[in-house]
Every structure is written in structure tokens, then in C-alpha cells.
DNA sequence: TCAAGATATATCGAAACTTGATATATCGTG
DNA sequence: CACGATATATCAAGTTTCGATATATCTTGA
């Protein structure tokens, strides 16, 4: 299990809410899934960070009511909370992109060039 | 500028001092050349990080004592601490580079195929 | 000669970040 | 009807980060 870090936490999100939007299990789930169970974010740091994002006008939040199919009719229901990214979270994920690719370049020319030249560069 | 996480330090300064023994000073100004003043590893930064990396066996230190051309025989003169990675710290700088592929790699299949295919993917 | 800037190492503290543990509640299934 | 999955959220304790600060020496040029 790979340690996902805030930067890019932030990244693989917007990521995901840039094909869809998606609430915040749903997020975690895909996130497992589409990286064969190396990536996790757990609760704890994908609830802070999707709070953050919606601060920062990032995203944009609707509750939803899921319908029971219980046979109270007075049953609350569960909600779900959607996170929908927005323009300036769609110009964020490609500045995000951006700077990861000049960092990769930059670090790159610090990794010694036996490892470099045996394959092992970062860019 | 571009802003330098732990993670990063540390391949840095391990691939600096893969190439030879350096000091803490020098090897912040090594940073700086060597990125185009993009990386900035400030003292605050760095210490610490020297410290750690020294506690961990990933590099040796010895104290070198700089002659001075005062004409006071008396003067203490400057210290320098040197740093020379260990055989563990060469380990772990191919280690940390290994990794930081394979997160790469997994980031990369985050990334929106709109991006990935217009050159903007990460791997 | 002497002031200023460069060299050199190091700590402090406030803020931000991280994460396991915890809390709460509903839904679906055998 | 119990239990695992779904769903969101906070807390507290620990770690990380970094500007500010401290100390002291060396070098250069006006």
C-alpha cells in the first residue's frame, strides 16, 4: 500500500471527478480500484480534503436523498453528498498536471546518471 | 519557486551526495544551481533533514576544521560537517527512485485521457 | 581598516498536515 | 434480524514544514 501524499491526493481526485461526478465513498472505492489497491484514501483524509476542495470553489456539493426502499414512508433515508468539479477545478487539474511534469524534469537531472542511463529516470 | 515536500529533499540530497561527500551549505547551493534556482532547500529545511538522514545510517559525518589565514594563531576557525552517503543510503536512493516510478506510473492512470493524450501525462 | 555580504551550522515555534480511532446512522442480504 | 457494507464526519496525537532567529567566521572592496 502506497502512502498517498495531499498533492496527490488532490491530483487523483480532481482526476476522477473530471470524468464524473462522484461523492466521497464512492471516490475512495474507485480510487482502490483503479489503482489495484496501492492507493487508499481513508475517511479521515478524504473527507478534510473534499471540504478543502469545496472551499477553495474547486468543486461544487449537492446532497442527495437516497430513497428507502423500506416500507416506513416516514424513513429519513441516507443521504449522499455529490461533489461535481468545476471550471476552476478542471484549470487546476491541468496547472496541477503542469507543475508535476516541471518538478519530474527538474528532479530528474539530480538522479545520478548511472541510474538514469539504466533506465531508472523519473522523466 | 517551486516547493520542495520531504520526499523530494531527500532523493535530492541522497543523489547530490551519490555523486560526492558535500556539506550542508554546498549542498543547498547545488540544489540551486543545478535546478535553475527552481529548488530551494532552505537551512530550516535542510539541517533537519541532514540530521535525520545521519540518524537513519543513510549517510557519515565528519567534522573538518577550516584553516584560517587570520594571523591570530589562537582563532578557532570555521567548522564544516561533512556527509557521505553510506552503502544504505545508496540502497535507499535507488529504492526511493524505484518507488517514486511506480507511484508515477499509477498517477498516470488517474490522469484524464484528454490530458494524458494531448502530452500531458506523467509516465 | 572596517563594514558588509558571503560562508556555515543550527534551533525555535506556529501553522499545516496526516491518520488511526471513533461516532453515527442507514442499507442490503442471507 | 444480525452483520457487513454503505456513507459522512470529527477528534486527538503525532509528524512535517518553514520563516524567523541565533551565532560565528571568512572575504572583499571602498
Chains 1, 2 share one sequence.
Do not use: C
Request: aromatic share 6%; glycine share 6%; charged share 25%.
Amino acid at each position: 500500500m502506497l502512502h498517498l501524499k495531499q498533492d496527490h491526493s488532490e491530483l487523483v481526485v480532481l482526476s476522477v471527478l473530471a470524468e464524473d461526478p462522484s461523492y466521497g465513498y464512492a471516490i475512495s472505492k474507485e480510487i482502490a480500484a483503479r489503482s489495484q489497491g496501492h492507493f487508499k484514501l481513508s475517511p479521515s483524509a478524504m473527507y478534510p480534503l473534499l471540504t478543502k476542495l469545496e472551499k477553495q470553489g474547486l468543486v461544487t456539493t449537492s446532497w442527495e436523498e437516497i430513497k428507502s426502499r423500506s416500507s416506513d414512508p416516514d424513513a429519513t433515508g441516507r443521504k449522499r453528498k455529490w461533489y461535481t468539479i468545476s471550471p476552476k477545478g478542471s484549470k487546476r487539474l491541468t496547472q496541477h498536471i503542469e507543475n508535476q511534469q516541471r518538478v519530474l524534469k527538474i528532479l530528474n537531472g539530480f538522479v545520478p546518471t548511472s541510474l538514469r542511463d539504466s533506465g531508472m529516470g523519473l522523466a
